[in-house]
Structures are given as C-alpha cells and as structure tokens.
C-alpha cells in the first residue's frame, strides 16, 4: 500500500493558508448538478483483487474547471464494495493512498483486513484521482532511455543532470498530447471537490474518509472546502499547512539522518564518498550518489527495514570492492525498482500535482538551480548523507512554465476528526503534524512512538500493527467515538 517510490510519496503535500471555498474562490460547497445516473459494472481486467472481491466499477462525470460547470468534462473511475450490514450502514467511505499521483481504484478495499467488522458498515468507495489510473489521464511524452552513470562524475555533474533530468520531465509534460488545457487543472482542491462530486453522484449527504500522507493532507483540504458533508475523517501521516513543498522535503532530512546510526551509518558515509566520484558498479547498472541516497531514504522509512537496510549495504560494501557475489533480494528489488518503467511513471504522476498545485502545499520551488546546489553544500555539515538529497531535490516545478490557477487552501476548521502520526516519521516531521492539528480544533491526535510513514494497517503492509492506533480509527469509524484527549500509542513490543 504504501511501497512507492520514496522521491514522490514522501511528502503527504497540502495547502497554506484558511478558509472556506466560498471566500477563496466563489464556488459553491457541492456540485449544484442533480444526482448522476451511475452506471455500475463489472472493474476492468487490471483490477483482479476488485472483481475477485465482487466490486463494481464506474465513472462519474465532473467539471475540467469548477469554474466552469457548464463547460469540459472528465470523468473519474470509481469502484464499490457494497456494505455487508444493511441496517448498521453507515454511508460511503472513500480513501486515498498518497503521492501525490497515487491510484486508488483498489485501496478502501485494501484497509478491509483492518477495517474488519467496520467495513461490513460503508459500502467502499475507490477512486482514482483525476489525470490518474483508469480516470480521464495525462501522460507525459515519452522519456528518453536513461543513460547509466558514467564510470566516474563529481557531485556538481550528477547535479547538473538531475536539471536536466527535470527541465526535460517538465517539457514533455507540457508539451504532450493536450496537456496544456488540463495540467492547470490538477491540484488538490480539484481533487477534494472530485470526491464531492463522487458524493454527490452516488446520492449520499456524507462523506467518510481515510487518507495516508498526500491523502492525509487531501482529507484536510476536503474539510476545509466541505465541512458539512464530511462525516468521519482520519487523516494519517500529514504535514505542516503553512510549509511549501520544497520546505517540506527540506524538513525530512533531519529525521531521516537521526535514523541511521552506528556500523551502518559509517559505511554508507564511505559508500557515498566513493559514489560521488566512482558509482558502484553492480547488476549490470551503477549506483552513482544521487541513486544511493535514494535508496537509503526508501530504507529508514520504517524500523522493520533496518536488516534489509543492513543488508544492502554490505552487498553495496562488496560492489564497491569489486567482489563477486549475487545480489541478495533486498537489494535486487530495489534495482529492480530504478530500473523499472513505473518509477518514471509515479514521478511524472507526482510532478502533475505538485507542479499545478497552489493548494497544499504550495509550490515553493525555487527557479534558480543554483539555490538548490547552495543548499545542497550547506547541508552537508550536519546532514552528511540525506541534506544533498533533500535540498537538492529539483522537481520539474522549477521549469513547470505556469503558476497555479488558485491560491493555496487556508486550513482552520472544527469538522471533528481523527489524525495519526509517528512520532519518528522521516517523510512527513512530527512537527508538520502538531502544526495541522492546532489548526483543525475539532480533532484528536494519536500518536505512535515508532519509526514509520504510515501508522493504520500496518500489518496490511506486513509491518508491525499498532493495535492502539487500529482500535482508534475503527472505534471512530464503527461507532463515531473520537477519543476524550490526545493519545500516545505504545511502541509495540515487536519493534
């Protein structure tokens, strides 16, 4: 559920500042159109666990422009597990898996192993965000074959590639097919008001909701533009509303470099120093820095990949003292990963969002390459292994060619609500989380004391359970019980 790549899903990005939608933009709280005659049918073939499970499968229509309701249309694919409980339902809940450029035609079914009885209560709504999946897409033009690291570079050539690595993903994004007409409209706020509009087609009056990361922050932008239909919302893993997205990444370093520590810490220092003038030849590719600090970052994300992580590394440690050896499948995976299509894909995906998003958070992205390179420098002082990777990530943004059409989603509200977070979160600061929480008044945090992105159903993703957490979000969701005061999750003796 949440295994993507770490250089998109890391940040669960939402909007600025507060207020509703009628303030910022004239529009109104829900689709004004009548309910939509929904055609339901058997999922497509790609969707094996939806059909296996007896889903339906869908589209709804709804404006390329909110404001323009009488104008484009797309439509936007949505499945259905019907409540098992028929007197105990409970309306509709929608979930969303992160990203941003995260599909989530399958994911409500996905949380049903710990949902459990809860599920039996909401017919299960997936969607997939517009531009996405099985909705009306967007796709950027074809990348060029990457080129392997040379046999050796220096750090100011593998940052000048990676610009123009971004220059490129930006050009083929916006010169593709008619991608200049849709890519304004790709932003949160449009994808909170899809979900409305999903409401609003199936004839429900609420909304429940669970999202992770980008969704956690999706979630809150819904309550911010839609505080009436939103019934129970969990928002888990989330950011700072006031932080833009390259802020955000800045922010992620410091936790990520707290996470690794002793032997392995000092033999990935050594493997960088060597990357950054050698890349480490193995399995037919070369890791040059860049590369490796990527897959170190995938790694910290979650205490139970500690012996994966050691694992790489001493493969890496025998590559780089040119042994022979067969990879083990920690590593093999992870290479499997860089050199697969649907990385390219999940990044282009990412950059749609974040680049036409003025909604959460804001872009942010600095024009200039060498702001990135100046705080790439900087941080090596203290952030010897993640800062270059944090600082010095240049997305398309920078190149993107258009602002965003609206201003970001002031977030303050009092629509109730469940929010977790861990406390050692890499991805997404604590602190972001404590930031969102003091403006949402009406919500109750729990927090986990565990290294982890992502703290509900855990064990969906064969990650230790935090069973405190779990009870939490399905009282509120089974019941409508948030807890009286905020709470700390224990470490589960498994970690």
Known sequence: ?????????????????????????????????????????????????????????????????????????????????????????RGILLSNPGGPGGT????????????????????????????????????????????PPAET???????????????????????HGDNAALLPHASTRNVARDMDAIRAALGEPRLSYYGISYGADLGAVYTQLFPRPADRVVLDSSTDPAATQYELFQRSGAPAEA?????????????????????????????????????????VQHEEN???????????KKAAAGEEFEPGPALSGLLDLLASPELESSMAGGAIFMCGDGGWPAGGW??????????????????PVFGPYVNGMIAPCAFWGSEPREPGTKIGNSVPL?????????NVPYEGALALHERLTGSRLVTADIRSHGVYGRGNDGLTPVPCADRAVNTYLRDGKLPAADLTCAKPKEL
């Open 366 to 383: 600095p024009k200039d390459p060498a702001t990135y390179w100046k705080n790439m420098q900087r941080s090596r002082a203290t952030q």
């Open 153 to 175: 570079t220096t750090p100011r050539a593998d940052f000048e590639e990676s610009v123009r690595a971004a220059r490129d993903t930006a050009r083929r994004c916006r010169e």
């Open 259 to 299: 996470a690794l520590t002793g032997r392995v810490r000092t033999d990935v220092e050594k493997l960088l120093a060597r990357a950054e003038r050698h890349p480490i030849p193995v399995k037919d590719q070369r890791l040059n820095a860049p590369l490796l600090r990527l897959v170190v970052k995938q790694l």
């Open 1 to 89: 559920m949440r295994v993507v790549p770490a250089v998109t899903a890391g940040l669960g990005l939402v909007g600025l500042l507060a207020g509703t939608v009628a303030a910022a933009t004239g529009l109104p709280e829900a689709p004004k159109s009548p309910t939509q005659n929904v055609s339901w049918g058997r999922c497509s073939a790609d969707q094996k666990e939806l059909n296996e499970a007896g889903a339906q499968c869908a589209k709804v229509t709804v404006p390329l422009d909110y404001a323009d309701p009488g104008g484009r249309t797309i439509k936007i694919a949505i499945s259905r597990v019907k409540a098992k409980s028929p007197g105990e339902r």
């Open 306 to 316: 500690d012996p994966r992580l050691a694992e790489v590394v001493s493969d890496l």
């Open 104 to 147: 989530g035609l399958a994911h409500t079914l996905a949380l049903r192993p710990t949902l459990k009885d809860v599920a039996d209560r909401y017919d299960l709504i997936g969607f997939d965000p517009r531009f996405l999946g099985e909705s009306t897409p967007v796709t950027c033009g074809t990348a060029p074959r990457p080129k």
């Open 418 to 426: 469940l929010m977790l977070q861990a406390r050692h979160d890499n």
